[in-house]
């Protein structure tokens, strides 16, 4: 069922046919059953329960686009693209869950069954997440809680795709959790509550109040760090968790510890097992006492997807504990799956079921064979004295071994990361975990009466918190142990988890090790620098299919990828020969975004990129350098460059203390100045050496490079204006082919007449935002381009865009569609 899942996911159509399929099939496997042809009649019910997943798959695929995404692109489609603020419309719906502090403000995710738009009611359905500012927040959030219907005012927009080449789209991960659109609202004041929750959603909201005042009052005190853990641990709000506190359990893979999932759930079930049984009850009874006690605490923390899982998979186990079905874990973990897979196929997509799921099934199906072969043999080397401690021990990191194999894949995909440390921090992690746990609801207990025997008991918790962050440590002592790895290419992932399932499989020794033996080589080929199966190369060979004959070979070839980093800028120049050049790092206009560890650090690394050689900084304004600090520590640049030098500016200061603290070299560029590699040409266009210090950073100060390779020019000229662009007509040489990145993100008052007369693009791209707050691109400046004849693409709309030439023709492709084309002169 999970496998016609997940095709119905990738193929999403033909739902009457599996459905029909499936109805065969059992009526097929009834009549087999009733003939006692038990192999057919199970290769039947196989039949159907694939076909019934596929229909499945298919059908929460085509929801994916909600009326409220059908209505917002109608919306969309009719207005002009001129920029200013959005026009805001009134939503009203249900909080998916409480109110979420953030550093602006308080984000609320809404599940929206109605919305005024210019005095019209529309009843459209659809998930938004609205991010609420202003200073009234912390007073009203309270308010805001899971199930209440609320009325707010919003100016939407689309999410941020972030679609690059061997990248997660950003977007589309949203909308598998059922998040559209995100927006913005004004002020606090404007969120209105129309209606209280059901009786039992408020009675959990208050619980949730109440612990999370008990832990603060009892570890609170100790440690406002390790209140937040204790909080995660216990009820799943992370949103006093710092941000490097996450960073940091997340590099080194024991982020797992402080989310509620199936150790959390474990250690609750066995002291409610344990509790029961103490109290007098029987076997059954205690298992159904378990059971109860999980579905009370799975309903105070709230709709959290990891607890749901973890929940309904524990409830099963406890449930068939007291019928007294004796079965294998396996297939309790099967049951669990396949019953919220056909409650939610979206699920599949979903980067927090495939880790739950994959670690479990890692765990219950590599440790019967460790157990019975490596473990056993170890402990029996040690003697009876060391027996018991050695096999948890071995056992512990065995699990953990089986957890990381089957999660490597996933890990590659979404995080482009996996962390090696965790094999020996859950050591310390798990137990802290327990400890942490434990010691959180003792101290919660022990709060409403007894305030010093709950600071002495949250002390504990406070410690075993401190230790969960403090081991992370190790990572800053081997930063080898995390390993940053590109997106893997799908059939290198197939051969890894197929091989790996032949050596769980296989009855013949020689074939398990052929199997292991196959299994190593392709996990060396998903960590290992880029090769013959790297996915870099296939994805360079993809986007450069069509250029052939001579200089046509991957060294002779220039690759110039336009990453879609929003409403900002980041260009990676790939030149013949192997050096890298990245034109800007991306950021944000207000800051503070992670662009360049969350996007532009992962796009580099599936391109291939293993240490950058020159990063450039056109200039400083934020949404050009924000993300280049994050680049310079994952990559280490050979050189930094930079054009005007602006003293005054405190992202600059920031990035050139971390350039002479690595071995960086800083170095200024100017008009005339060029770079030779592989026959290509990277020429420096402007600016000019300067005559004064420039007070503050401005975009007419920025470096504008002219790429070139044979008769193929691409020009990146930075955010400069039109007066730069008519003191650069006379720059220029003829080109066959030209591609432009449009200056200053298509604005207005760039690309000027005089600029495209003098450059005559072939093709001209757009590094915007989609649906830009700024208009970008500006009508006025389509239009001339359309008028010179010039293809327009926007990064916002088709993602990232690649041109790909060996100084003849060019290739043209986009990440989001597939669209691809030549340029031939």
């Known amino acids: 069922m999970l496998s016609g899942a997940a095709a119905g996911w990738v193929l999403g159509r033909s739902v009457p046919l599996a459905v029909v399929v ?269 059971a109860a006690g999980l579905i009370a605490y799975a309903e105070v923390v709230g709709p959290e997807p990891s607890v749901a899982r973890a929940t309904f998979t524990a409830v099963t186990f406890l449930l068939a504990r007291a019928a007294d079905l004796s079965t294998r874990p396996l297939n309790t973990l099967a049951l669990a799956g396949a019953c919220l897979v056909a409650a939610s196929p979206e699920q599949l997509a979903d980067p927090g079921f495939q880790l739950t799921f994959g670690a479990t099934l890692g765990i219950l199906a590599g440790m019967p064979r460790l157990a019975a072969s490596a473990a056993s043999a170890a402990v029996d080397r040690l003697g009876p004295r060391g027996g018991p401690a050695a096999r948890a021990a071995l056992l512990l ?28 921090l859950n050591f310390a992690a798990i137990p802290l975990m327990t400890v942490t746990q434990l010691a959180g609801m003792a101290a919660a207990a022990l709060a409403p009466a007894w305030s010093s025997g709950a600071a002495a008991v949250g002390f504990a918790a406070h410690l075993a918190a401190f230790g969960i962050v403090e081991s992370t440590r190790l990572v800053d002592a081997a930063p080898a142990l995390v390993v940053d790895v590109p997106r893997p290419y799908p059939a290198l992932a197939a051969v890894y988890y197929g091989t790996w399932a032949l050596w769980l499989c296989a009855p013949r020794r020689g074939v398990r090790r052929a199997a292991l033996c196959a299994a190593a080589l392709a996990t060396a080929g998903m960590v290992a620098p880029p090769g013959v199966a790297s996915p870099s190369r296939w994805l360079a060979s993809s986007t450069c299919a069509g250029l052939d004959g001579p200089g046509a070979a991957g060294d002779a070839r220039l690759r110039v990828l336009f990453l879609d980093v929003g409403q900002a800028d980041a260009t990676l120049v790939l030149l013949p020969g192997g050096q890298s050049l990245l034109v800007d790092a991306g950021g944000s206009a207000v800051g503070g975004s992670g662009i360049g560890r969350r996007v532009v650090v992962p796009a580099l690394r599936a391109a291939g990129v293993r240490r950058l050689d020159y990063l450039l900084v056109t200039h400083a304004h934020p949404d050009h350098i924000g993300g280049a600090p994050d680049v310079v520590r994952e990559f280490a640049p050979r050189e930094i460059w930079e054009g005007v030098p602006v003293p005054a500016s405190s992202s600059r200061a920031e990035l050139l203390a971390l350039a002479r603290a690595t071995p960086s070299t800083w170095r200024t560029r100017h008009a005339g100045e060029r770079l030779v590699a592989g026959g290509a040409v990277v020429r420096v266009v402007h600016p000019p050496r300067p005559d004064w210090e420039r007070p503050r950073v401005r975009n007419d100060d920025s470096v504008v490079l002219d790429v070139r390779l044979g008769d193929v020019s691409v020009v990146l000229p930075g955010d400069v204006g039109a007066a730069v662009e008519a003191e650069l007509d006379a720059a220029w040489t003829p080109a066959a082919i030209r591609v432009l990145k449009a200056p200053h993100h298509g604005s207005r008052t760039s690309s000027s007449e005089g600029l495209l007369a003098a450059l005559e693009p072939d093709v001209a791209i757009v590094s915007a935002g989609r649906d830009s707050r700024f208009g970008h691109p500006h009508p006025e400046v389509v239009g001339r381009y359309e008028a010179q004849g010039a293809r327009l693409l926007e990064t916002g709309e088709v993602g990232a865009i690649s041109v790909c030439t060996d100084g003849r023709r060019a290739v043209v492709a986009t990440a989001v569609d597939g669209m691809r084309f030549i340029l031939d002169p």
């Open 397 to 424: 990191l065995g699990a953990t071994v089986c957890a990381e194999v089957a999660l490597l894949p996933i890990a590659a995909t979404w995080f482009s990361r996996i962390s090696l440390a965790g094999l020996l």
């Open 22 to 290: 499936a109805a065969l099939a059992w009526a097929v496997a009834a009549a087999l059953l009733r003939r006692h042809a038990e192999r057919r009649f199970v290769v039947a019910a196989l039949v159907g329960f694939a076909a019934c997943g596929t229909a499945l798959g298919a059908i929460a695929r085509a929801e994916l686009r909600t009326p409220l995404l059908a209505w917002y692109a109608a919306h969309r489609a009719g207005e002009p693209r001129t920029g200013g603020p959005r026009r805001v419309v009134v939503v009203e719906g249900r909080l998916r869950r409480d109110a979420l502090a953030t550093d602006y403000g308080a984000s609320l995710v809404i599940d929206v069954d109605r919305l005024t738009d210019r005095g019209r009611e529309v009843s459209v359905r659809g998930g938004v997440r609205a991010s609420v500012g202003g200073r009234f927040v912390e007073a009203r959030m309270s308010a805001w809680r899971v199930g209440r219907r609320v009325r707010v005012p919003v100016a939407l927009r689309w999410p941020p795709r972030y679609a690059n080449f061997g990248t997660p789209d950003q977007a589309h991960r949203l909308r598998t959790r059922g998040i559209g659109l995100l927006g913005s609202v004004k002020s606090a004041l404007l969120v209105d509550v129309l209606e209280p929750a059901a009786r039992r959603a408020e009675w959990a909201a208050a619980v949730r109040a109440r612990v999370r005042g008990w832990i603060a009052r009892s570890v609170g005190v100790h440690s406002a760090r390790s209140a937040a853990i204790v909080t995660a641990v216990l009820i799943g709000d992370r949103a006093g968790l710092d941000p490097e506190t996450t960073r940091r359990l997340q590099e080194a893979g024991t982020y797992h510890v402080i989310a509620i999932s199936g150790g959390n759930i474990a250690v609750l079930a066995g002291l409610l097992v344990a509790g029961s049984r103490l109290a007098g009850a029987g076997r059954r009874a205690a298992a159904l006492l378990a």
